[in-house]
């Protein structure tokens, strides 16, 4: 049975960007199943809206992450009212183990310390282009970078005894 071009279309994003929506969206909602419906929701905009990225891989998963981490906001506030669970282990999965206590202590960051602090270190972006996907001044992606390693480095100091 031959797969339509939009079934094609949404294998190719999900083999190629699904893990990092999925973790970013882990690192807003600390909840496996939220996660994964907002991975959902991306790919459904992606779908409704067709945009033309001109073959520009960069501009596509750019486009893919600022609408997740979207989503994952306009989620996040409506679920302020009720309680979440716990961050699955899934989500340092591709870590090694011994590196589980920093992801946990990220976890404990508020939202916008969490978000930064994924985009530069896991999914390598710049801060010129997290500011463009969190819609920040680039002046306060990095401002919010150096808070969120001064807030972990306090975390881990009075958890891990480190120095």
Not at 32 to 45: F, R
Not at 73 to 85: I, Q, V
Not at 132 to 146: C, F, M, N, P, Q
Request: charged letters at 35%; glycine letters at 4%.
């Amino acid at each position: 049975m031959a797969l339509s071009v939009k079934e094609l279309q949404v294998r190719r994003i999900l083999d190629l960007y699904g893990d990092s929506l999925y973790r970013l969206a882990c690192s807003y909602l600390k909840n496996e199943a939220d996660a994964q419906e907002i991975v959902q929701d991306t790919v459904i905009q992606l779908l409704k809206y067709d945009p033309d990225f001109g073959g520009d891989t960069q501009k596509e998963k750019g486009w893919l992450m600022k609408t997740a981490s979207n989503l994952s906001r306009n989620r996040l506030r409506s679920l302020r009212s009720h309680p979440s669970e716990e961050l699955d282990e899934a989500f340092a999965g591709t870590e090694a183990e011994d590196l589980r206590y920093v992801w946990d202590a990220v976890s404990s960051l508020p939202v916008k310390y969490r978000e930064v602090i994924h985009l530069f270190y896991q999914e390598g972006y710049s801060t010129k282009e997290i500011s463009t996907i969190t819609g920040r001044k680039e002046a306060t992606v990095r401002s919010d970078l150096h808070r969120a390693r001064e807030e972990l480095k306090e975390i881990l100091r009075e958890s891990y005894d480190f120095e």
